[in-house]
């Protein structure tokens, strides 16, 4: 307890006239006192609020990391292991998995940071998982993504995606296909294919299983020739983050 909550402490002694007792114990007029005595110290003294409100938001970080910590382990068979959406070297010693939306704008900004992470550093593997939440067209570019990865071009086609400027639609997926370089026919009828449909109904199943809200959502881990590595702790980033951030993870699981 610091300082201040000491003197708070003090100042409701003070007022009971005896230790601080338990609600129950103390009268209508000796509560009124205190609520006024507290809400006196706190107006007086708001920065005392800002430092409770950091430490709740620091317990609840940490209980959320605990959990995610726990759920990746729980999953990490179907975490780490994609053979269709995969970048950079595909038995990395450290394993970024990245769950994401093409219609996501955050998303979208981390491309060009998760793009140039594979590039400096060739122990990195990046799995993709596709994970459309926001609608319609959302569902059919995750298609169209994971249908190009049965021709190879996963990567072309992903990126032809996130760096589209047109609102999404059917148009403008085939139109990133074509740009891609794919197999038009071969695309569309993959795209209605049992393994597109049993990737993305796995993915769905995998990210309520991590209980994910929303995207982008990021794990880090320690991977040696592709498998994960319980000893070391992984790390789950529930948004977007600076390049440097996710480089300092990057280094301590290849640690």
């Given at each position: 307890m ?7 402490a003090?100042?409701i ?5 005896a230790p601080?007792m ?19 110290y706190l107006?007086n ?5 800002v ?6 938001q ?6 959320m990391q605990e959990q995610?910590?726990?759920a ?14 995969v970048?950079?070297?595909?038995n ?12 996501c704008i955050h998303c979208k900004?981390m491309?060009p940071i998760?793009?140039e992470?594979v590039?400096?550093d060739?122990?990195l593997?990046v799995?993709?998982k596709e ?9 059919v570019?995750?298609?169209?993504a994971l249908?190009a990865?049965?021709q190879?071009?996963?990567m072309?086609?992903?990126n ?6 047109k609102?999404?639609?059917?148009a403008?997926?085939m139109a990133a296909?074509k740009?891609?370089g794919?197999?038009m ?9 049992d ?6 109904d ?5 990210a309520?299983s ?11 881990a320690s991977?040696?020739?592709g498998?994960?590595n319980?000893n070391?702790k ?6 977007a983050?600076?390049?440097e ?11």
């Amino acid at each position: 307890m610091n300082i201040k909550m000491l003197v708070a402490a003090g100042l409701i002694s003070s007022v009971i006239g005896a230790p601080v007792m338990a609600a129950d114990a103390l009268t209508a007029p000796q509560k009124k006192e205190v609520e006024q005595v507290v809400h006196d110290y706190l107006v007086n003294n708001p920065e005392v609020l800002v430092e409770v409100s950091q430490a709740l938001q620091q317990k609840q970080q940490q209980s959320m990391q605990e959990q995610a910590t726990s759920a990746i382990s729980k999953n990490a068979p179907q975490l780490f292991s994609e053979k269709l959406a995969v970048n950079g070297n595909p038995n990395g010693s450290v394993t970024m998995v990245e769950f994401f939306d093409y219609q996501c704008i955050h998303c979208k900004k981390m491309k060009p940071i998760v793009n140039e992470l594979v590039k400096k550093d060739k122990n990195l593997r990046v799995i993709y998982k596709e994970f459309p939440i926001f609608g319609k067209n959302s569902e059919v570019a995750s298609k169209a993504a994971l249908a190009a990865a049965m021709q190879g071009k996963y990567m072309a086609m992903h990126n032809a995606l996130l760096t589209q400027e047109k609102k999404l639609d059917e148009a403008s997926i085939m139109a990133a296909a074509k740009s891609a370089g794919l197999d038009m026919s071969k695309l569309k009828k993959d795209m209605n294919s049992d393994t597109v449909k049993q990737a993305l109904d796995a993915n769905r199943k995998l990210a309520e299983s991590m209980n994910l809200m929303g995207t982008p959502a990021f794990i880090v881990a320690s991977t040696p020739k592709g498998k994960f590595n319980a000893n070391i702790k992984p790390a789950f980033i529930p948004g977007a983050a600076s390049e440097e951030a996710l480089q300092s993870l990057i280094s301590k699981a290849g640690k």
